[in-house]
């Protein structure tokens, strides 16, 4: 639950909830290499396609023709993103998390790191 007082604000949208690209593929990078293989549940190359197809989808290319937007993202993937990279984030220490581009505050915000 969000505290009514803090400076939190709820994004309008789940695309505005995402963490830039580059941080986010750093995080997934983590994700394979640290803790995929705990849960077994993912396919890393199957995966790491979808995530690719997921940003062509998302991209406001004029010139992009593949680029469909919501339309072309199944809800259930978008969660398994979303839990993927909150797992993932959880277990990092602050040495993993600075080389995502994760400063502590923001690790210690979005998990409530132990």
């Known amino acids: 639950m969000v505290d009514p007082d803090s ?3 709820v994004p309008e949208s789940v695309i505005d909830a995402l ?3 580059p941080t986010m593929n750093s995080i997934l990078a983590y994700a394979e290499s640290h803790v995929l293989w705990q849960h077994c549940c993912l396919h ?4 790491n396609k979808e995530v690719e197809t997921f940003w062509i989808a998302m991209s406001g290319d004029a010139g992009n023709t593949e680029g469909r937007g919501w339309a072309a993202i199944e809800p259930t993937w978008i969660a398994l993103l979303y839990v993927v990279l909150g797992i993932s984030v959880h277990q990092m220490d602050e040495g ?3 080389r995502c581009g994760l400063s502590h505050g923001q690790l210690e915000q979005s998990v409530d790191h132990h």
Do not use: I
């Open 7 to 9: 400076d939190f604000t």
């Open 19 to 21: 963490l830039p690209r």
């Open 44 to 47: 890393p190359p199957s995966f």
């Open 96 to 98: 993993h998390a600075s």
